[in-house]
């Protein structure tokens, strides 16, 4: 599943390259999109990027990337070749929200965004469907990129070369944001130079039923917004990140996101929170649909860290951990704040953990099967 395509990025037209040849394919397919199509795909492109004019062309990127419109207008953001000479300014910020299988996932976020959207920023909408044709506008203030059937962790891995700005905000379509965390994160910025990490904290503020608390808290106790102290490192895949720390413009290996780069820049210190900087984590579940939403991210996320190379016998002693002393552990992280939550939430926390510790010993000898898809 790793998606192994590089970015399209700051390519000279005079002496053709591999990646020139491979830009000038893609170019060359978009050709039908076009009025001018006698003009040849390669001297097009030229003429568009030497007017500065790349964010009127669309460019397959292991599919394609468009603008689209879901109903909101705006300025149209700069999409396409980009590279080094092209960042923006200090502080400059990319947003890119996920919303691997339905768009209108996205629409809160987009909301949001655009209410705190500043000159230089870019928004991108990173799918694993074909948007509808009828919906792509020039005119969009975002961006759309599809990387087809694509799970959480492939489209993830593309945030290294879609994005140019300073900073890259990466949003879940679940992790909704209100707008005084992007206020937070820009004052953070500015404050903090030094930075390569603002982590995000989490509130359960949507799905407050008592399953949707167990999930919530399984995941997410340790970052529960307020907190009284830096928070220890969690699996949290939103983040904000010093684009620097992705080192090149190329995708990815999948799974390296969340498992490699994010604890690499926790490990090295130079983070910052605030409890002004959190997600809402929006996912209504009841019995069922909880227990099957755990197995389904534990084993997408054994499967991964298998291909990584972790022992199968680590990844299940990690799994017995989840299922036996973490929820005590949980528990006791969240005592101050039993008022606040359902009666019986950490035994149903218990249960969840148990179709955790069930996700990751199929997972880890199986494989993920279509689970990735599936949270």
């Known amino acids: 599943m790793p998606l192994s395509s590089s970015a399209l990025l700051g390519c000279s037209l005079h002496q053709p390259q591999p990646r020139q040849r491979q830009l000038i394919r893609i170019?060359?397919?978009?050709?039908?999109?076009?009025?001018?199509?006698?003009?040849?795909?390669?001297?097009?492109f030229g003429r568009f990027r030497r007017e500065g004019r790349e964010r009127e062309y669309s460019y397959q990127f292991g599919s394609h990337l468009e603008n689209l419109d879901l109903g909101m207008e705006g300025t149209t953001k700069i999409v396409g070749a980009s590279g080094p000479a092209m960042e923006r300014g200090r502080g400059s910020i990319s947003f890119v929200v996920t919303a691997p299988e339905r768009l209108d996932r996205a629409r809160s976020s987009l909301a949001i965004i655009r209410s705190r959207f500043r000159e230089g920023d870019e928004v991108f909408v990173v799918t694993?469907?074909?948007?509808?044709?009828?919906?792509?506008?020039?005119?969009?203030?975002?961006?759309?990129?599809?990387i087809p059937d694509a799970s959480s962790f492939a489209i993830r891995a593309q945030v290294p070369a879609i994005c140019r700005n300073e900073w890259v905000i990466v949003l879940e379509d679940h992790a909704l944001i209100e707008p005084c965390a992007i206020d937070s994160i820009r004052k953070l910025i500015c404050a903090k130079p030094e930075l390569d990490m603002i982590v995000f904290l989490a509130k359960n503020l949507t799905s407050v039923s008592r399953w949707g608390w167990a999930i919530f808290l399984f995941n997410f106790t340790l970052i529960w917004a307020p907190l009284?102290?830096?928070?220890?490192?969690?699996?949290?895949?939103?983040?904000?990140?010093?684009?620097?720390?992705?080192e090149n413009e190329t995708p990815l290996e999948e799974g390296v996101w969340e498992l490699r780069l994010i604890p690499k820049i926790f490990s090295e210190g130079k983070i910052a929170y605030s409890n002004d900087i959190f997600f809402d984590h929006v996912k209504p579940v009841n019995f069922v649909s909880a227990v099957i939403l755990e197995f389904h991210n534990a084993r997408a996320g054994a499967a991964i860290q298998r291909?990584?190379?972790?022992?199968?016998?680590?990844?299940?002693?990690?799994?017995?951990?989840?299922?036996?002393?973490?929820?005590?552990?949980?528990?006791?992280a969240a005592a101050h704040r039993l008022h606040e939550l359902p009666a019986g939430t950490f035994q149903r926390v218990r249960v969840v953990s148990c179709a955790h510790l069930i996700g990751y010993i199929i997972g880890s000898i199986f494989g993920g099967g279509r689970s990735a898809h599936k949270i």
Do not use: M
């Not at 170019?27 to 097009?44: F, H, I, M, N, Y």
């Open 27 to 44: 170019v060359q397919s978009g050709c039908r999109d076009w009025p001018e199509a006698s003009l040849s795909a390669t001297q097009r």
């Open 128 to 146: 694993g469907i074909e948007p509808a044709k009828s919906a792509t506008s020039a005119d969009s203030w975002y961006s759309v990129v599809t």
């Open 228 to 246: 009284d102290a830096p928070p220890p490192f969690s699996a949290v895949t939103s983040a904000v990140v010093r684009r620097a720390k992705f």
């Open 307 to 332: 291909k990584l190379g972790t022992p199968i016998r680590n990844i299940i002693y990690e799994g017995f951990y989840c299922a036996g002393s973490r929820p005590g552990i949980l528990a006791k």
